[in-house]
């Protein structure tokens, strides 16, 4: 995923990001920079992210006796002094912040002078306590952000499943609420929910019976889409470069999706509503059940489906790698139904109507089209 796309969520689980807030370097601190210098609306996400991170591995914070203190910044002044002196031989040189919040700012500031940093009071007190960080006196420092509160703010627990391809799961939520997560997905939410709302956030596809909770709504995000719910039970399939599907079995459901539809939209039971985020289009319709929610039961359905979909879902199904030679230049549509069927199988069922012959050689599959 683009940087560009990211939301706070999205930091917060991207390794590398999280490898930073924690374990900064030079290194990262200059590729962040750059990533956030070159998008500036992603500031805002970028800094919460941090916090949150932060919160969730908060620490016991060492204490220095008043001697100890005394003799740190009497080591501070020396060291500020020399770094002072040796300005003019730097000036050319990039200066690379010791921790990721300095980084935000500059980001967010966006300035080209180096030099103007010392003269400024704020940056001289960062200046200091970076220093002292890297002279080990305060190695599990961070420096906060005067405007929050993190050491002290209560400690958001994240719970975060993912299943890899060929793996379905079932989980039961703290609220009582029970979610079968498809392969290839990922589903994460606070551990205990709020007071006033419930949410998680998919990627890729999920059937969830919610736990009915009048005082708070069941909101499930994806794709920028909001699919909020009391009582009920609905799939959300949200995979990247597909339509988003939300099919409603019991209850009823409010959808809303940013930048497309501009009020939500209810639906009642046998009722689905498709998002192309991509060409901008909003379809509500009926569904077939079987074709919606067999994947639950261990159904495979292909109804007129477009090969390249199709082919996600076998490699979700079965956790291999497709290869497609010869690939028509008209559209592919595939039909059939499978339940507990080896892949093998399943192929043999397809690939008369499709006209493709193939091979499967352990995780790598070849499908090539007859020309």
């Known amino acids: 995923m683009k940087i560009s796309d990211y939301t706070t969520e999205d930091f917060v689980l991207d390794p590398s990001f999280k490898k930073w807030v924690l374990q900064p370097n030079a290194a990262a601190n200059i590729f962040w920079e750059d990533l956030l210098v070159k998008n500036p609306s992603k500031y805002k996400e970028a800094k919460k992210a941090r916090t949150l991170i932060l919160r969730l591995n908060t620490k016991n914070q060492p204490t220095l006796s008043d001697i100890e203190v005394s003799d740190l910044w009497k080591d501070i002044d020396a060291k500020m002094s020399e770094a002072i002196q040796e300005t003019a031989s730097f000036k050319a040189d990039r200066v690379v912040p010791l921790h990721s919040l300095s980084t935000l700012e500059r980001a967010a500031q966006n300035k080209p002078s180096h030099l103007n940093y010392f003269e400024n009071f704020n940056f001289r007190v960062a200046c200091i306590l970076a220093i002292a960080f890297g002279l080990g006196f305060l190695s599990s420092w961070f420096l906060s952000d005067p405007t929050m509160t993190e050491v002290n703010a209560p400690v958001i627990a994240l719970v975060e499943h993912k299943t890899v391809p060929g793996v379905k799961s079932q989980l039961t939520l703290s609220d009582g609420s029970q979610v079968i997560l498809n392969s290839g997905s990922e589903l994460t939410y606070q551990k205990n929910f709020e007071k006033k709302v419930r949410e998680v956030h998919l990627k890729g596809e999920a059937f969830f019976r919610v736990a009915e909770d009048p005082s708070r709504p069941f909101i499930v995000h994806a794709q920028k889409t909001r699919t909020t719910a009391l009582g009920t039970s609905f799939n959300v399939k949200a995979y990247a470069g597909e339509t988003l599907d939300v099919s409603l079995l019991t209850g009823k459901v409010a959808v809303n999706s940013d930048e497309i539809i501009e009020k939500p939209v209810t639906l009642v039971p046998g009722e689905a509503l498709k ?9 509500k319709t009926d569904f077939n059940r079987d074709l919606v929610i067999g994947w639950t039961k261990k159904w495979i359905f292909f109804q007129k489906t477009p090969l390249l ?3 996600r879902v076998l490699e979700n199904w079965y956790g291999v790698q497709i290869e497609i030679n010869n690939q ?16 093998e199988n399943v192929l043999e069922g397809l690939k008369f109507s499709a ?3 193939f091979i499967i050689d352990k995780e ?6 007859k020309e």
């Open 275 to 283: 998002i192309d985020r991509q060409n901008g289009k909003v379809v």
């Open 309 to 311: 979909e199709a082919i």
């Open 328 to 343: 028509p230049k008209d559209q592919v549509l595939l039909s059939g139904k499978f339940q507990d069927e080896t892949l």
């Open 355 to 357: 006209r493709f012959d």
């Open 364 to 369: 790598n599959v070849k499908i090539i089209f």
